[in-house]
């Protein structure tokens, strides 16, 4: 799929503010003042991308506890996301819901899910809405190696194949669930193999691509939109952090992260192959520098706003009561 | 308004057909609300052929009046469905997914805990879940352990969550109607002992409002608070010690949440003795959570130890002779009023 210049920066903007995002975080979080649990999405910012550059605000995804770069990917606002990060009430959740939970509605996010295989079958009601109401609507689900495990994850595949929705599910393959390796967990030898059984299309591409991301994507999503049910991409990637800030990693060591940010850098693979034709390096650097700003204000209004209101505690757990 | 007398079953699939009429964006989803898909009767082909209707035939007729669309027959697969239904219910439907036996719960309880029930809270009030989960409860069929049960209990301790357990027609007609109406998920209970059990209907919609309870009987002696088929018992053993001299008040909270705590305390307040009958757990039932807000809002009104009439600690039985036993009963009650008026 040839993309447009404005298609290829927009792309890339999204990607250079995951990173810039996720890695002001791990440094904000040593600081102690992030309260909870941060899980960092940084050397997958492809997938994030490469899919939701085929949704539309009316089109809804389904996320996982790494959800920060899903957000980021569609459409939720970076002040609104880290000042819920920080529990304050200017956050997308008024500091209700903290990293695990950022939602926003209004642009077709479900929720960060800190239910592992959560997001699928919700995604599934979110097809089935858009099937029954006809409004050409698709939804996506994120869920990673780890989560691929999970009973409610076939549940969903099954669903969707007998009732042909409109969707996408998405399994982010980072050779990890928390501390435990894919090969260890994964029974089957291909995780796009085992939704391929259930009888739809699935396809294995390189998460660390954004172009055989957004390729695969594309495909899926137009079979949707016409009404030909469900796929499955699993997209290879890697986590440059652990599975949450505070791991010591020592199912690894820091050489083989160390090769991991080198050589397979999503962005540096984008820059290596847009660099020359349609944009130019300096094109890509100002707009590191602006996701570099915009994250600063983020940071800045996340830390002077006001904790939540102690009368917020018993609001909003039921519409009426 | 014409009334009709109708069965429980018909009362609550005469509110799923008139909201379906009403509100096109009402969907049932479930196993078998139809039935028969891909069966080899070659009658299906018709397009007649309801196999099921739900098992025991509460849905019958509603596929043939509102199609595959909008009567969705799914596969056995409850983390799916009510998964499947939470999802959708955010993003502009009014799903009603029935979980047949709610004892099936089990397999599919994150969806309605840690997802529906905690949506908009956890998003910061900006979502709204208008979200059915119909399922049976109760004992009395032998239908062993694992079809027999009632958790609403385990429910209502859910903050997201409101649940209905209906005594009678009339009732699970109006509160039906308001769950599907309502914007906040609904667990609604029930029993399948009722559903051939008949009451005054009225013909045309209505809603009951949540936490509103039903005094179905009146009286000065002693307060009976009893919920979905508990109240017939309660009702039963009421009339028998009225023939008796003893003037017993039944109380049906009809809603586990909300409950209606100050219609309850009323009635505690004006008879000063307490039987509460709970077919749902013999600890931290029900029975349990109502017993500890009347001894902490109204002790000073109680001239006798409250009374439970609840099951014992164990799974619920097969042999008809063991779940008898087993089931809180109008003897049962009965009993327990005696105590409570001689204490």
Redesign the interface.
Known sequence: MALTKSALLSAYRKMTEIRAFEDRLHEENATGDIPGFIHLYSGQEAIAVGVCENLNDTDYIGSTHRGHGHCIAKGCDLNGMMAEIFGKNDGLCHGKGGSMHIADLSVGMLGANAIVGGAPSLAIGAALSAKTLGNGGVAASFTGDGGSNQGTVFEAMNMAVVLELPIVFVIENNGFGEATGRDYAVGAPSIAGRAASFGMPSTTVDGTDFFEVYDATYEAVERARRGGGPSTIEATAHRWHGHFEGDAQLYRTADQVAELRKNQDPLMKFRAKVIGRKVTAKELDAIDAEARERVDVAVAKARAAEYPPQESLLSDVYVSY | MTMSKTTYREAIKAALAQEMQRDA?V?QIGEDLRGGQAGTNPELESGKVEAFGGVLGVTKGLWTEFGS??V?D??I?E???????????????R?VAELMFMDFFGVCY??LY??AAK??????????TPLVVRGMIGAGFSAAAQHSQSPYNVFAAV??L?VVAPSNAYDAKGLLIQSIR???PVVFCEHKTLYDVKGEVPDDPYTIPF?VANYTREGTDVTIIALSAMVNAANTAADKLAAEGVSVEVVDPRTVS?LDEEGILESVDSTGRVVIVDESAARCGFGHDVAALIATRAFGSLKAPIELVTPPHTPVPFSPVLEQAWLPDAARIEAAVRKVVSA
């Open positions: 964006t969907v669309d909008r969705i799914t596969p697969t983390s799916a469905i009510i998964g499947m239904a939470a999802g959708a219910a955010l993003t502009g439907l799903p994150d969806a840690n997802q949506f908009r809270y956890m998003f910061g009030g900006k979502a709204r903050p997201g409101k309502d914007d906040d936490g909300p």
